[in-house]
């Protein structure tokens, strides 16, 4: 179908090596959230955000400040500060066994929106899925990953133990822009998205499965993945 890109190279890419997974997950436990993102089995805490209120997890216009929730993560706060770029959302994403968080898309998230998401796995297991339009993407912890999320992705933990992500959303640059290197096409990924029929002119995400109908994180058998 139209969300089929196998035969687009790097729907995912690895960035670089950032440091010790277990170093940088520091209070990864969730302690509140607000917002239509927030599930019984997919659990965001953040660390910067829209007024500083780790509460908080919507994309909002506005400024974006450290939250209290950063202070206790002082390896974590190293990290976000030694990346010579403006920062967005950044939060702890924490997956319970057994859910699905099933195909969506987040609009204007792209190298040609001016904002990117990248994810560093904490915690991982073996039985973790996480695809972006049909194609697997291998996370392992440490690492620092860019995928284009405006096009749709799904990740399915299948295993017994939580998945812990640190999420970035950064404001690109030419810093950002040499971490994802020339891999991505973007005029080409660009036609692809009108081609299936993406739209990217939402303020917020919104979640399609493959006929159209709204989906979120939901408790699932192990999809096919």
């Given at each position: 179908?139209?969300?089929?890109?196998?035969?687009?190279?790097?729907?995912?890419?690895?960035?670089?090596?950032?440091?010790?997974?277990?170093?940088?997950?520091?209070?990864?436990?969730?302690?509140?959230c607000a917002g239509?993102t927030c599930h019984?089995?997919?659990?965001?805490?953040?660390?910067?955000?829209?007024?500083?209120?780790?509460?908080?997890?919507?994309?909002?216009?506005?400024?974006?400040?450290?939250?209290?929730l950063l202070q206790?993560?002082?390896?974590?706060?190293?990290?976000?500060?030694?990346?010579?770029?403006?920062?967005?959302?950044?939060?702890?994403?924490?997956?319970?066994?057994?859910?699905?968080?099933?195909?969506?898309?987040?609009?204007?998230?792209?190298?040609?929106?001016?904002?990117?998401?990248?994810?560093?796995?904490?915690?991982?297991?073996?039985?973790?899925?996480?695809?972006?339009?049909?194609?697997?993407?291998?996370?392992?912890?440490?690492?620092?990953?860019?995928?284009?999320?405006?096009?749709?992705?799904?990740?399915?933990?299948?295993?017994?133990?939580?998945?812990?992500?640190?999420?970035?959303?950064?404001?690109?640059?030419?810093?950002?822009?040499?971490?994802?290197?020339?891999?991505?096409?973007?005029?080409?990924?660009?036609?692809?998205?009108?081609?299936?029929?993406?739209?990217?002119?939402?303020?917020?995400?919104?979640?399609?499965?493959?006929?159209?109908?709204?989906?979120?994180?939901?408790?699932?058998?192990?999809?096919?993945?």
């Open positions: 179908d139209g969300l089929v890109l196998s035969n687009t190279p790097h729907s995912c890419i690895r960035c670089s090596s950032m440091m010790s997974a277990s170093r940088m997950c520091e209070i990864h436990r969730p302690r509140g239509s019984t089995g997919w659990h965001s805490t953040s660390l910067i955000s829209a007024g500083g209120d780790y509460r908080e997890i919507r994309r909002l216009p506005g400024v974006y400040a450290k939250t209290v206790e993560a002082p390896a974590t706060e190293a990290l976000l500060d030694s990346l010579p770029c403006e920062k967005r959302r950044v939060r702890y994403a924490r997956m319970m066994p057994g859910y699905l968080l099933d195909w969506h898309y987040d609009s204007k998230e792209a190298v040609e929106f001016g904002l990117v998401r990248m994810h560093i796995p904490l915690i991982m297991n073996p039985d973790v899925r996480m695809q972006v339009s049909h194609v697997d993407c291998a996370f392992e912890p440490g690492e620092l990953w860019y995928a284009d999320f405006s096009f749709p992705h799904r990740t399915y933990n299948g295993g017994t133990t939580p998945k812990v992500s640190l999420v970035l959303e950064l404001v690109v640059n030419d810093y950002v822009r040499g971490l994802i290197g020339s891999g991505f096409n973007e005029p080409q990924r660009a036609a692809l998205r009108t081609q299936a029929g993406i739209t990217c002119d939402k303020s917020h995400a919104r979640s399609l499965d493959h006929s159209g109908t709204a989906m979120g994180s939901r408790r699932a058998p192990a999809p096919t993945l």
